[in-house]
């Protein structure tokens, strides 16, 4: 009888963690997704691109090719992009949460 709270206590210890990372995580994706679209609009790129590191590099290489008039406006949703971008695969990397998104089935972007 002496064990149940700790082991109550321990699986919501658990769920709590996993429910936090997975929202962090979820938050994390989605700001990324946000800004790519954003970013996208701004620099008026007609094709089709899903929200992926690769279509960044290429978004970017557009940025490069503007002139410093038409860059300004999409300044700040590049260096968010990148941003949101590194902090969701670094969170991936780091140890005990990346247990929870082999769980959840989460990939690198």
């Known amino acids: 009888m002496g ?23 979820k938050n994390k994706q989605k700001a990324f997704e946000e800004k790519f679209y954003l970013l996208k609009e701004r620099l008026a790129v007609q094709e089709h691109l899903k ?5 960044l590099v290429h978004l970017e290489n557009i940025y490069l090719k503007k002139n410093p008039a038409e860059k300004e406006a999409a300044k700040g949703p590049l260096s968010q992009s990148k941003l949101y971008l590194y902090q969701y695969n670094r969170l991936l990397a780091k140890k005990p949460y990346n247990f929870v998104a082999k769980i959840s089935g989460r990939q690198s972007i």
Not at 3 to 14: E, Q, R
Not at 51 to 55: D, F, I, L, S, V
């Open 3 to 25: 064990f149940i709270p700790i082991f109550l206590t321990l699986a919501g210890f658990v769920f709590l963690f996993y429910t936090v990372v997975e929202n962090s995580l």
């Open 51 to 55: 929200p992926t590191r690769a279509n």
